[in-house]
């Protein structure tokens, strides 16, 4: 279509034409649409006897058209949409049945094509108009997962609280499908998760803002809150990990969350956090803030003792289990409730102290979810409040208690007690730096599961434990960790990026010949596995225990995935010094990221395919040591 010269043109695809009541304006050239930035024209703009307004406008059938309309000039406009419609065939028409009766309106016609993406969340214009979501907006039920993804997996885009919704777990992998879409990872599939976040973990708030009113949930499932209270901006003090809230006190402070259900599990949960028992205080709890009233669990503290209301009927008859901790009140103490299958047990500095019978499941009360409480009149301060939809294990709430939250850097002397990544609950690793300074990163979890990382050329002494006693010392040796080379080795030399692909990154081995494990063979897990062992790998290592590499030889570990194998390829990876994992695909460059442009925490979760394509399969953790030979 031609456009006329004196209609404004949008800078984007779309074109917009703004109008007065009054007025109108020749009629436009047939229905065809060659360029969708050439412009389109109203016909007319009339009002009747009763004041309704009706625009008529130039339109085709296989387009939308948004209208919009203001009481300001269109400069100044804040524009606000009227109707979406289908065009029709050549024109388009719409009464205002609201039309101010004296003053002017100005409107303006968006057109839009059925097959864009206004908002980009994978729905096509013309599948929102028909599913009546919002094509402007790309969470139209603000669930917190876009509306493609809703549809994709059968949910509805419009019902934020569904029993389908973005809360739940649809692969039973321990996350939510609002975390899995966060973090780029499959919810139907659960080999597909984000192993860095907490399994199991639904809300999760550091209180380390420092400032201001709001309190974010670092879960990523968006249950954030809100400081309560006479000075609501000035509760933050020291924390045990970095900042905290002082709460109680002259000023009645506490802190609010909306209630949901997650925040209620049902047939297993766990509590966690640290306070400081100056004074009373409420780590956590859904009791009616009104009074004794009723709700399922409180956990208040104080600096004498503890005592934990849990009431799986929430209709406020309950089970009580108090005690002292006989703990220091200016000192930081880790406290714990776990419920599971009827059995209820209290952990203190990582101790179990307490269990009691208590008869489930829980039926959830929907009350908010507090910190602290109203009208405690001492000061107490808490840091680091979780709620988990499983039973944590007694060791993993050990090592949440010894502070295992946060990276250690370690220097000659000192001694870390971690499980390695993935390990068995009752697997336990003591590291001590002989030499060089040592830094343990926890990526692959943020609670429980450490990776050992490290600069240059550090050495550490590592003693393996089973069944969770130190003691039972099962071999004692001294590694040397290496230095990879850089990326920068393989992306800033033409000739080596050009001429060696992800196996030659992955060993660290540079041959500029596109080197291949045994020099070729069938892209077939257990071939290219047995290709490379012979070239020296070292096969089967088990990354779940990294207390393993006690054991071996000088070296890192490598990664091995298949593609479907009707599109025959693999890839190969490397583990890094920090804990991540790099790459590099033929002869691109070396990268930390996968193809969501996220890093790389663990192989086995990674997206190396893009959309659309295989998945890909993961063959096997590689051990690379002094010895290998690639061509």
């Known amino acids: 279509m031609r456009r006329p010269p004196h209609l404004p043109v949008l800078a984007r695809r779309l074109l917009t034409s703004f109008w007065l009541l009054s007025g109108a304006i020749a009629w436009a050239d047939p229905c065809v649409i060659t360029n969708e930035a050439q412009g389109f024209i109203f016909e ?36 606000m949409r009227q109707t979406l419609v289908i065009g029709g065939d050549g024109a388009s028409s719409w009464t205002d049945t609201n039309a101010p009766a004296q003053s002017q309106r100005f409107y303006r016609v968006q057109r839009l094509r059925f097959g864009g993406d206004e908002d980009g969340d994978g729905l096509s214009n013309l599948d929102e108009f028909n599913r009546a979501t919002d094509l402007r907006n790309p969470d139209s039920d603000g669930d917190g997962m876009p509306d493609g993804l809703e549809i994709l997996y059968g949910h ?46 639904v809300a999760w708030w550091k209180l380390d803002e420092g400032m201001g009113t709001n309190v974010s949930d670092s879960s990523l499932n968006r ?9 609501p901006t000035g509760p933050w003090t020291s924390g045990y990990f970095s900042n905290a809230v002082a709460l109680g006190g002259p000023s009645n402070i506490w802190i609010q969350v909306p209630y949901h259900p ?16 100056t004074g009373q205080g409420v780590l956590i709890g859904n ?7 009723n709700g399922n669990y409180r956990l208040q503290f104080g600096p004498d003792h503890i005592e934990l209301w849990f009431s799986p009927a929430g209709d406020g008859s309950r089970t009580t289990v108090r005690f002292d901790p006989t703990w220091s009140t200016n000192d930081w103490h880790h406290v714990a409730i776990r419920y599971v299958t009827n059995n209820l047990a209290v952990f203190v500095d990582g101790e179990l102290r307490d269990t009691r019978t208590v008869l489930g499941p829980l039926v959830p009360v929907p009350n908010p979810i507090l910190i602290g409480y109203p009208a405690l009149t001492e000061v107490c301060s808490v840091d680091d409040v979780r709620v988990y939809n499983r039973a944590l294990g007694t060791n993993e709430i050990a090592s949440m208690s010894r502070g295992n939250g946060l990276p250690i850097t370690m220097i000659v002397g000192q001694t870390a007690t971690l499980r390695a990544f993935g390990a068995l ?6 590291w001590t730096v002989v030499s060089g300074r040592g830094f343990f990163t926890n990526t692959a979890n943020y609670t429980v599961d450490f990776r050992p ?10 003693v393996v434990a089973r069944s969770g006693v130190l003691s039972t010392n099962r071999s004692r040796a001294v590694v040397a960790f290496p230095s990879l080379s850089p990326l920068s080795d393989w992306n800033d030399n033409w000739l080596a990026q050009t001429f060696n692909n992800c196996y030659n990154f992955a060993t660290d081995i540079r041959t500029d010949t596109f080197a291949q494990p045994g020099g070729g063979s069938p892209y077939e897990c257990p071939l290219l596995s047995a290709a490379a062992v012979s070239d020296g790998l070292q096969a089967e290592v088990d990354l779940a ?25 693999y890839h190969w990876l490397r583990l890094e010094a920090d804990g991540t994992w790099s790459s590099k695909p033929g002869n691109l460059g070396a990268t930390t990221l996968d193809k969501s442009g996220i890093a790389i925490t663990d192989p086995r979760t990674a997206n190396f395919v893009g959309v659309n394509t295989a998945d890909y399969h993961f063959c096997g953790f590689f051990w690379v040591g002094p010895d290998v030979h690639i061509k």
């Open 262 to 277: 997650s925040l209620v599990p049902t047939q297993e949960l766990t509590l966690t956090g640290w306070v400081k028992p």
């Open 156 to 201: 509805n885009p419009l019902d934020p609280l569904a029993p389908e919704d973005a809360y739940t777990d649809a692969d039973g992998d321990g996350y939510s499908k609002l975390q899995e879409q966060q973090l780029r990872t499959k919810p139907n599939a659960a080999y597909s998760n984000p192993g860095y976040l907490p399994r199991n973990l």
């Open 425 to 430: 609950e009752t697997d336990i690793c003591e």
């Open 453 to 462: 990382s490290w600069s240059g050329a550090v050495t550490v002494q590592v």
């Open 287 to 293: 009791w009616d803030s009104n009074g004794p009233g």
């Open 545 to 569: 225990d990294l207390c393993h590499t006690s054991s071996l030889p000088a070296g890192h570990i490598a990664a091995l995935i298949i593609y479907n194998p009707f599109i025959l390829d």
């Open 223 to 231: 249950h954030h809150g809100f400081v309560m209270g006479g000075d």
């Open 44 to 79: 007319s703009s009339t009002r009747d006897t009763n004041g309704l307004v009706t625009l008529s406008w130039e339109s085709c059938p296989d387009h939308l058209y948004e209208v919009h309309a203001s009481d300001s000039f269109p400069s100044q406009a804040t524009w």
